[in-house]
């Protein structure tokens, strides 16, 4: 079984600043993909960011990047210079497998709200 | 090209009845998924279908069903409606063959059981 846990149910950060949401994983299957999902109040899901679990550099997209440690089973997001858009909830999860086709079964964590202050 | 697509927007039902929700997926793909979001936690897998055929479930009980038609769309049925199945349900495709099983998500439909 997949677990993904968000220890930080909500954070605050001021306008151009950066911030880490943390989010760590434990799982028994040898390969598995892991993902950021940003859910404005509208509540769509919207992908930020992927990480598998062989890459050997950190992901990165515009202003996101992956901290990963394999070793801790972290994957912390980074966002730098931080908007007013960036406000909403922030979900980590995985899937099982790290590509080919696990046919889409995503764990999520709780969740992060993430408050950005002008 | 249009996004996962997801119908209706809101629905309120009352308990013990029955609803079904309704999903297409993006032009192309073919693996829908399901997920049932309560307010406030993440999302909770349902259900997985690739080419018309269930590939996974979750922890869910016999009252949640769901079903792929030849297009890929799927529905999601749930039976005997309880107070606790209030939630945002959201679908999401998979495209086939790529580098890695990012999930499309539709706009999702909230139901509410009175």
């Known amino acids: 079984a997949q677990k993904i846990t968000q220890t930080q149910p909500g954070m605050f950060v001021q306008e151009k600043e950066a911030v880490t949401l943390d989010c760590t994983y434990d799982?028994?299957?040898?390969?598995?993909?892991l993902f950021w999902y940003k859910q404005p109040s509208s509540g769509e899901m919207i992908f930020l960011i992927y990480?598998?679990?062989?890459?050997?550099q950190n992901a990165t997209e515009g202003r996101y990047s992956l901290n990963f440690q394999k070793a801790r089973k972290s994957a912390n997001l980074v966002i730098s210079a931080s908007q007013l858009g960036d406000s909403a909830m922030y979900f980590c999860?995985?899937?099982?497998?790290?590509?080919?086709?696990?046919?889409?079964?995503?764990?999520f964590g709780q969740g992060t709200i993430l408050t950005v202050h002008p | 090209d249009a996004g996962v697509t997801q119908s209706p927007t809101h629905l309120i039902k009352t308990r013990g009845q029955h609803v079904t929700l309704r999903c297409s997926p993006i032009s192309g793909h073919k693996s829908v998924s399901w997920y049932q979001q309560v307010l406030g936690q993440g999302p909770q897998f349902i259900f997985q279908y690739y080419e018309k055929e269930e590939r996974g479930r979750g922890n869910f009980p016999d009252r949640f069903s769901a079903r792929q038609f030849p297009n890929y769309s799927s529905e999601l049925n749930v039976n005997a409606l309880l107070l606790g199945d209030s939630a945002l349900y959201l679908c999401?495709?998979?495209?086939?063959?790529?580098?890695?099983?990012?999930?499309?998500f539709g706009p999702g439909t909230r139901l509410t059981v009175l």
């Open positions: 990480q598998g679990s062989y890459d050997q």
């Open positions: 999860a995985m899937s099982p497998r790290a590509g080919g086709t696990s046919y889409g079964k995503l764990t």
């Open positions: 999401a495709s998979t495209p086939p063959g790529g580098a890695y099983d990012e999930q499309f």
């Open positions: 799982t028994s299957d040898p390969s598995y993909g």
